[in-house]
């Protein structure tokens, strides 16, 4: 099953922004790099397909995102939603809900951590004409529920904080940082 991680970074970074960032939150440095470049580095890492949504102005609502990167991969056999936002997801977490969506016949698999949803969310072919018709600032939530309703949703528990800690603010980069540099200093004892 081909599988494609549609990241999508094409938000207006408006909040981060706002708490003080002096860039957009996806170019802000964490650890010496982009924030987006660690979910890139992240997608490279789990060896499955990227496809990167980035329109030029970055103004596209999340639905115009998603709707946007299924299209230009409509030959793939699922896609994985993961947001540029989320630098400390792990590489396998995006293979092990990869790995969920072609070993079930569920057509959603979301991936959960200590009970919070989190991403990506995964998706199935059959799932490709509700994903390219999302537009606006609305994600895939409703598509979601309504596989959730009939029975096509796979709740999928990860050891994985990444999957939900997402950046919004100047303190969420500060708090993304520090847990880089514990886990960093704690590899390297």
């Not at 408006?14 to 957009?24: D, I, K, P, Q, V």
Request: aromatic share 4%; glycine share 10%.
């Amino acid at each position: 099953m081909r599988t494609v991680v549609i990241v999508l970074a094409a938000g207006r970074s408006e909040r981060f922004l706002a708490s003080g960032g002096g860039t957009h939150k996806l170019d802000a440095l964490l650890c010496g790099k982009p924030v987006l470049q660690h979910v890139l580095d992240a997608v490279a890492a789990s060896r499955l397909d990227c496809h990167l949504v980035r329109p030029a102005g970055g103004t596209a609502g999340m639905g115009d995102s998603i709707a946007l990167g299924v299209r230009a991969t409509a030959d793939a056999d699922g896609w994985l939603i993961l947001p540029g936002d989320l630098p400390l997801v792990r590489a396998s977490s995006l293979r092990r809900v990869a790995q969920a969506l072609a070993e079930t016949a569920n057509h959603v698999v979301v991936p959960h951590y200590q009970g919070q949803r989190g991403h990506p969310v995964g998706f199935r072919k059959e799932c490709f004409d509700g994903l390219t018709q999302l537009s606006g600032d609305t994600g895939a939530a409703a598509l979601v529920h309504a596989r959730r309703e009939q029975g096509n949703a796979l709740d999928l528990p990860l050891d994985d904080p990444g999957t939900c800690f997402d950046m919004d603010t100047l303190d969420d980069l500060r708090a993304a940082q520090r847990l880089l540099q514990e886990q960093a200093h704690t590899a390297t004892s």
